[in-house]
């Protein structure tokens, strides 16, 4: 008898060796169909039955013996119970493959080669189950897939319709990318990101994350400012998923060695949503983050944002001035985009002539005139806001005020009858007075255009279905910052602890703000050059609350807790 050792392991299947060491095949009639097969495209199985070297129920018996596997009759059972739209057509077609029945996250699939590990991912990659093997016979299986499968573009027609879809406008034309274009139309890929977006939409994600690594791939999403791992999936699909994101993000697919970004549109029933795609290119691949954009929140209301009464009044009384310059200040994702935005809805009027040069535009206004920076194309900031000086501007917003040229055309814009309103990265009011103090902008220019400053920072809210009172040590509640007259025992502090509605006892966030107008005293204070404690005392003498008494209010009034507003508030 044959064995293994008469052929090289590389040159047969694992089909083929099993065959041979059965006794089935020799090991020079197995090599020539392993090479017959490749020549023809197709399966060895194919090859070895249209050879009739074995007959297909000796083959089953054989693999079912070898392999310890049960072995099903085809011929004995109902095709018409068998389980519909578990996979697509196109993969079950192309594997060879029938599924039997599903229990648990179990999925039986039925099919004449248990060895094609190639199969076993791409399945479970689809379905989100583990697949377990049923050896059936081969001329049985390709029966029951004629009678019950739908072609390839069927398969994918179903997958594309339904209540989404990819708003793609730019047509595909050059070879490569139509070539790439239809690579990617692979149908779990197709449905992977489909359901990644919408689940990340359900969940209220803010970001998705897609990452290689050496051996293994995960996909995150930043729900309420905190990054959670989704899934795993298969490393396979890493370059298969990146193609698809760049085909409907209008990106280069040949180029992967330098960043590149781009949009995408989803329209989810009536809705649509926007996406900023973000690639960058790692040491295993190209990481992908999407960013997702959803125009309603600029359309919240102030109301939604979380300003406090004062707060809110100071704001919306030095916005509906006719010139002078409002700045929100905090880190990144601190919401200080949907506070510019929110302001600029409440401003759009159809007498009022707005434009905003940022770097990207986030979100889609109507009636609002909006300019993306193109430092390439020589548009930076500076040079957006002096073209906007000739386009009779009302209200101008810059996204962000990053050096002194630009400061200085928008602090010379708020003088000549503009409102302007910009974002820094600063900790608080105060130490943006003394930013820009440190960027170059003379003391009396700031004094003379600078209205109001607000710094700002998001917590997580408490869910309502699951926060329970808790016993802080008073202490504990004195060093955070509270008054011994806030401690009078007419409230109590809430904790978080987690319910199937919320995540760890958190849902949704809300704005912890410092508004502070600049009076004449501070004016004064700015003139004189003092420093930013001198101006944070100022404010304080002012009414004006820095951001911990701020997450403070937050907490006495149960949206919060007291540990989450300590580390937002934790400079």
């Known amino acids: 008898m044959d064995t293994l050792a008469e052929a090289p392991q590389s040159a047969l299947s694992g089909v083929a060796r099993v065959l041979v060491h059965a006794g089935r095949l020799n090991a020079k009639t197995a090599e020539d169909l392993v090479k017959s097969s490749k020549e023809k495209k197709t399966s060895f199985i194919s090859s070895v039955i249209s050879a009739g070297a074995v007959a297909p129920s000796d083959l089953a018996h054989t693999l079912s013996a070898a392999l310890a596997l049960p072995l099903l009759d085809l011929g004995a059972i109902d095709v018409q119970k068998l389980p519909k739209n578990v996979i ?270 940022e770097d990207p535009a ?31 501007p009302d209200v101008i917003m810059v996204g962000e005020i990053r050096d002194l040229e630009t400061a200085d055309i928008a602090i010379k814009a708020a003088q000549t009858g503009h409102m302007v309103m910009s974002t820094l990265h600063t900790n608080d009011a105060p130490t943006t007075l003394t930013r820009l103090l440190n960027m170059g902008v003379a003391p009396f220019n700031i004094a003379s255009a600078v209205l109001l400053i607000t710094a700002q920072r998001l917590g997580r809210k408490l869910c309502e279905n699951c926060k329970t009172p808790a016993d802080y040590p008073r202490e504990a509640m004195l060093k955070a910052g509270f008054q011994e007259t806030d401690l009078d025992g007419s409230w109590k502090p809430y904790r978080a602890v987690g319910c199937s509605a919320c995540s760890n006892g958190y849902k949704g966030r809300v704005g912890i703000y410092q508004v502070m107008p600049i009076s004449e005293e501070i004016q004064r204070l700015i003139l004189a050059e003092g420093t930013a404690m001198d101006l944070a005392s100022q404010a304080q003498r002012e009414g004006v609350r820095d951001l911990r008494q701020s997450g403070l209010i937050k907490v006495r009034a149960g949206v919060t807790t007291l540990e989450e507003v300590i580390s937002v508030t934790n400079e």
Request: hydrophobic fraction near 40%; aromatic fraction near 6%; glycine fraction near 6%.
């Open 88 to 357: 697509d057509a196109k993969l079950a077609f192309q594997y060879q493959i029938v599924v039997l029945g599903k229990r648990g996250n179990r999925l039986f699939i039925g099919g004449a080669d248990p060895t094609d590990q190639e199969a076993v991912e791409r399945i479970k990659f689809a379905t989100q189950l583990s697949p377990e093997w049923v050896i059936v016979e081969h001329d049985k299986l390709g029966k029951i897939l004629e009678s019950t499968g739908a072609s390839a573009s069927e398969a994918l027609e179903s997958l594309s319709s339904g209540d989404f879809e990819f708003d793609v406008t730019d047509d595909v034309t050059t070879p490569q990318e139509a070539e790439a274009a239809t690579d990617v139309e692979d149908a779990p890929v197709v449905r992977f990101l489909q359901k990644m977006l919408i689940d990340a939409i359900n969940a209220r994600a803010s970001d998705l994350h897609f990452e290689p690594y050496e051996y293994h791939y995960r996909v995150r999403f930043r729900v309420d400012g905190e990054l959670r791992e989704i899934t795993q999936p298969p490393i396979a699909i890493k370059d298969k998923l990146a193609s698809r994101i760049k085909v409907i993000s209008r990106l280069d697919i040949a180029e992967k060695r330098v960043p590149q970004d781009g949009r995408m549109k989803l329209k989810f029933g009536s809705k649509a949503i926007d996406f900023r795609v973000s690639t960058l290119p790692t040491l295993f691949g190209e990481k992908i983050v999407i960013r997702i954009l959803d125009p309603s929140s600029a359309k919240l209301g102030i109301e939604a944002l979380g300003y406090e009464k004062i707060e809110k009044d100071r704001l919306l009384k030095c916005i509906q001035r006719p010139y002078g310059m409002v700045l929100v200040t905090g880190p990144t994702g601190s919401g200080k985009t949907v506070s510019l935005y929110t302001c600029l809805n409440i401003l759009n009027q159809p007498g009022v002539n707005i434009s905003t040069v």
């Open 362 to 392: 986030e979100i889609n206004l109507p009636g609002i005139n909006q300019v993306n920076v193109n430092d390439k194309a020589g548009l930076s900031f500076a040079a957006a806001l002096k073209s906007f000086l000739r386009q009779d």
